[in-house]
């Protein structure tokens, strides 16, 4: 009888502990699933079943950690609730179709690493709350339809090392205080409306290995401190204005061909990889 009074009592406590923990993240899953026309996902949940079993969704200490739902359908708009999602560290909601704008409510995640939402139907600007996210190590939002400047905000994010942001309407110039962005690896912003000179402050992101600029309004002449980019290995500034043609290189090349003039240059460009 004691023993049954025992694990009656840890029974108690985990169920109620289960409920006080994870309500709110539930509640913040249900409001995505209706959001974005969970029924027809391409895996759907069975929200009547315990939220670990479900597609996509990773739990740690009774609180959602990770979630990944790329490929999968998911059709609506991103809902504010998922900011309630305050333990999460990684979000990829990549190959949907989810539109509307991104919702500020983002800036609660103050624990994310990782911010995945290309390949969508994101439109209006980047919202400049997403620097708080001071923790984030990779943000892409490519191939989407957003428009506006980049937040200023952005390059408070020093831990970034992924900053994606190509194929959007996304206008004005790249912000000279990039340099603070010291460990990023990856800056794609090719297939905007940028325009304005390439600023010389990207030659101090000494870890930067690849550069994508191709397709934008950019002007005047690459910055010859380009060339201490030694880890550079993929840069494309290709269809801009720029002053003179430039040879789009990848590969690990002598960073001395990447300033190689050519006269009428034309350059395949990848499409872009994670």
Known sequence: MKNFKSLLVCFLISAYSFANVTISDKEALLALYNATN??????????????????????ENDKVVELNL??????????????????LR????????????????????????????????FEGNIPAELGALKKLESLK???NALTGEIP???????????????????????????YALS???????????????????????????????SSNQFTGDLPIEFMNLTNLNTMMVSDNNLNQEYISVSGKNPPSLMLLEMQNATATMDLEKE
């Open 70 to 87: 790329p490929f999968n359908n998911l059709e609506g708009v991103l809902p504010d609730e998922i900011g309630n999602l305050t333990s």
């Open 141 to 143: 939002l490519y191939s």
């Open 90 to 121: 990684k979000l990829n909601l990549g190959f949907n179709k989810i539109g509307g704008t991104i919702p500020t409510s983002l800036a609660n995640l103050q624990e994310l690493t990782s911010l995945e939402l290309f390949m969508n139907k």
């Open 183 to 213: 460990g990023l690896k990856k800056l794609s912003l090719m297939d905007n409306k940028m325009e304005g000179e390439i600023p010389a402050e990207i030659a101090q992101l000494t870890q930067l290995e690849e550069l994508l600029l």
């Open 38 to 59: 969970g029924a027809a996902w391409n895996s759907s949940w069975n929200i009547d079943n315990p939220m670990d079993s479900w597609y996509g969704v990773t739990i």
């Open 152 to 178: 200023a905000s952005l390059m408070e994010l020093t831990k970034l090392q992924e900053l994606l942001l190509g194929s959007n309407y996304l206008t004005g110039t790249i912000p000279n205080e990039i």
